[in-house]
């Protein structure tokens, strides 16, 4: 299969790349970039020299039909919203790394983005591609919306107790911590070295646009479930999301039967690990795999669960996922180009 | 003043020699350590050569009687429960920046830290000093015990809240955050470099110490507060905690108010400062100093508050907040040697 | 003393801030941007809240002259060379941190920093402040020029060897590496901490602004010096400098009278700590102080001295020394206001 | 091919682990210890959990001999100079990855390493696996002796240049700059998460094992090499070695000349990447990866030659540097299961 890449300059073009690179079905054919047409990857990126010869073309959606069967869009807010019918109506299968199609309803999205959303018709097509939960709709699909980073670590975290019925879902607090390649390649005060290291930051209080992403989800999952309270914080380093999840219990319980639990649900997803009795994982133990390791635990005291969730940002949180869903829907070994051991240390 | 410390070879005490260094009524008169007797400072501290020619002595209350007018205790745990009534007997004023002093109930803390605990006498001298909230009982005392790190963080963050009934006790969740520092000098795999950096762990889950500690305040300062989720992780950085509390309003209000009722809580607090309308802290802001920043924000989606507060963990957490102890003590301007602005970047 | 800061929202101008605010005799009457009018010192910096009121007013050497007996110019390049005279005229002292009136040469000015040099007038005026080897012109001085911060610790580190014609001029190479804070507080494809952290980088090789600087004063120590090879390398941590400097011996030598050599020519200066016998000093040991710390050794196999320098590129190789030169020129204590321990760890 | 890896739980041998996970020839087949044997791979490490089921078993020939054609040796110094000859005598091929075969010279080595050397025999024996300029020893070698991590950046550094005559080698000076991961897995005071981050630090000056190893090779290569200077820095991160390498050119030269020797020089090692004009390479962008990236230029100022050569210290410094010999040793495609991307960020 042939694979364009739209938005290759970013962190998650990048990625994508290095993970197709030993893809044994998938082969990038081209990449593409709203403004640097003709600059080669490797310029782009110098540790992508004579490693590939891509060069960043137009986006032009007749000209990837004949050059791709499938596209990876991996866009700022808002390009996909505007360009994907196009590709769609080539013909071309599509997953969206973008938040732009991961909201079904068009004014939600338009509230927390602040932007113009997506033609319904598109929302409406659109399958939200949390792969372990998704085999199904992302195998029939024609457009993938690929879930955000956070909403991934927290709702492989939260499935089992959510869709079981075993915590209160208004308890649900979650709160999540990222390296900083979550917020792109573009310098700025935030993300400056000096600022940024040896720091340890709160962000967007209340009003990050994971959030309806979130939410949306579990009630689908759980009809009761409603807001949650999401936070995000900022670690001095660069790759790894944790999101410690907070919720009270329907019933007392341990942690033994929550882990059966856990691994009873994931059992058939080899991305997914269940961590061991009493044991917790950290953001290292994932770095540059598609993982998301999970511990759990129940404290009697005050009667709250606490499972925590960890993932590579840019590979489950992003590419990895990406291209995770599209071996699904070709009908791929799931772990095809993606059965990788964390880089540790 | 002159001062000695004991445990001097930690960072506590490292902190406690910088700290000092410019005091202008309280000076370091004597160092001393269970195990390095006759070492310098600067063959133990290399930062310290040239500075200071203080050697370590051994550890004999009736000798330090004859140095120093009070003691500051930076201990592993256990040690102050051996040592201190030796010092208090001898008529020296002592700050024990250790736990074995901070749980009035010996149970309590021989059941959290699996050690014997110290004498029941001495625990019901010993007044918990976080000094913003016990300046009168500080003034009077002879013993004071030093709060914890985290406890700092998260009870200067909880207090108005919890004394003005205003968030229900039970809903309280602490998530904190800590650079390694926090877990001493001690070599550890825990703390090796390559396994730590580009690293975010959580780690005692439900298990750490400083929990009944933050229990036992908030249930002086609220009889209907019980028991709370605490959670700690480590950060890829050296200093610094946050503190991301949530709890749940009790009637509906917003963050004006909320900034109004902390500002008046700290008005005569040179250090605690609540930051701006919408704004939050980040750890490096009070980095090397003894000021305690938060912020705080309502969400009337879900009904919860939302308190940031950050320390710095060896000043505010610890060797800062000692000082300002001994200041409140002898009646010395509370600021006294702790006037600093942080090191940023 | 009443001082003004020009360009104060830089990491400089930040740093005198910190460090005046416990200077004995002076005080920070003013600050000034070009840009910034109006915006308080806590805008720029939440870490300055509630501890300055500072704002930022226009740069008119009339006024300033109302408010100050010394200006620190803490500026980009090509500023000061256009707007130090005005303040020279008015009658000011002024103390240029920025590289603008350390080439007495304005034509060598003008070729590594492609940018108009200063009037000649006010480049023979300017008496170039490493404080440790020029007292007496700084006593008598109007205009000093504040050295860079890798010239700094090269300088100290080779004056003693290149003064005493123990090293053969020529075959120095001096190998640098600093921290980030060094580039400044703009945000950059450089500086972005996901590309910086975990990474180690080498810039500018051959073409560093600080290589004519370094050659100049090496000749004026010594007039068989020439050229220098000097490189420059950005370390993922915010502030410290580290230079290994190489020279070959012209006779042979030990490293204990290398240290004799040192220790004699330094016993006088307060900030240069020559580290005992097989120590070498790390950056984090002088890290937020006014040190140079020293080691040195030789090696009988290849002939060669290897000597290690270490300072706060902020403090030694901006602010601090700055201000040392101010208290020189003032005829205060030379510690003044910096007499601090390194914040550790 | 059936590989043994002795000293698995090393750093060394869990970097071997994760690349030979997608070798197309070569697979683990045991994993040994000296002293946990039983531990499973996944309570070693947890990021190796539910990727592979190996377990440590014993260090015993003959028993080796049953399971594996090749056996990697990831052990401290000392054990494969004890070890090996019965490895050898089974018949099996070996890649020894510690320093105990590398020197030719036993009594240098006992100088160097204070340990007693392996069997002459033995070390007669050892081809220096420097796969580049080794490729026909290595395919006829039964032992195999895996470069250090320094000695690799700088050889390859410095292969065309002191082949060639092109510089004069007593002029020969290296700064070499290394992760903490070089160090290993054992906890020191050294590489302290608190004591390292944020520092810069130099070790070992003139002392360093790799010394003799850089000059044999370079005196194989050209009769007139002698001594060089190499000095060692540790950075605060964990993987990546740059080798900055100055030395006199013996003839006036240009940046163009030196790019077109190098090219040429390894126009057929798929590893090595010589950089653009004027383009010096960072250690992240070979993170992950068995490149070599190359920069190189010349100062006409100073007649002097810099050589800018990154790896990372774990891959081409170490275990992807093994494999890529094993590769060449049993006649497979060189780059087998080391065609990877660098993770960057």
Not at 130 to 154: D, F, H, M, R
Not at 233 to 240: I, Y
Not at 299 to 319: E, F, M, P, Q, Y
């Amino acid at each position: 299969m042939r694979a364009a890449i739209i938005g290759a300059t970013g962190y998650g073009g990048a990625e994508l790349i290095r993970l197709l690179h030993n893809h044994p079905h998938i082969q990038v054919s081209s990449v593409h970039s709203s403004s640097q047409q003709g600059t080669s990857m490797g310029q782009a990126y110098p540790h992508l020299q004579q490693v590939t010869n891509l060069q960043l073309e137009e986006i032009e959606a007749s000209i990837i039909k004949e050059k791709a069967d499938i596209v990876f869009l991996s866009t700022p807010p808002g390009v996909s919203a505007k360009i994907s019918s196009s590709l769609v109506d080539e013909g071309l299968k599509i997953v969206d790394l973008s938040g732009d199609l991961r909201l079904s309803d068009k004014a939600n999205y338009e509230r927390w983005y602040q932007l113009e959303g997506a033609p319904e018709e598109l929302l409406k097509e659109a399958v939200y591609g949390l792969t372990e939960w998704a085999k199904e709709e992302v195998k029939a699909a024609q457009v993938i919306s690929n879930p955000g980073c956070y909403p991934t670590a927290t709702l492989l975290g939260l499935a089992p107790l959510v869709k079981g019925n075993l915590v209160d879902p208004k308890t649900i607090i979650i709160d999540a911590k990222s390296g900083t390649s979550g917020a792109g390649r573009t310098a700025s005060a935030m993300t400056h070295y000096s600022e940024m290291n040896e720091n340890f930051k709160i962000y967007k209080v209340n009003e990050h646009k994971h959030i309806p992403e979130i939410e949306q989800q579990l009630q689908r999952w759980n009809s009761t479930a409603s807001t949650v309270t999401f936070s995000t914080h900022l670690v001095p380093m660069v790759r790894g999301i944790m999101a410690t999840i907070y919720a009270s219990a329907t019933t007392e319980t341990t942690e033994e039967q929550l882990r059966d639990l856990y691994q009873t649900a994931y059992e058939n997803s080899p991305f997914v690990r269940v961590r061991k009795q009493s044991e917790f994982p950290s953001t290292k133990e994932v770095f540059g795999t598609n993982f998301c390791d999970i511990g759990i635990t129940y404290d009697n005291r005050t009667g709250r669960i606490t499972v925590v969730s960890v993932i590579d940002n840019l590979v489950k949180g992003a590419a990895g996922q990406a291209i995770q869903n599209a071996n699904v829907l070709f009908g791929f070994e799931e772990k095809a180009g993606l059965d990788l051991i964390a880089l540790y240390p």
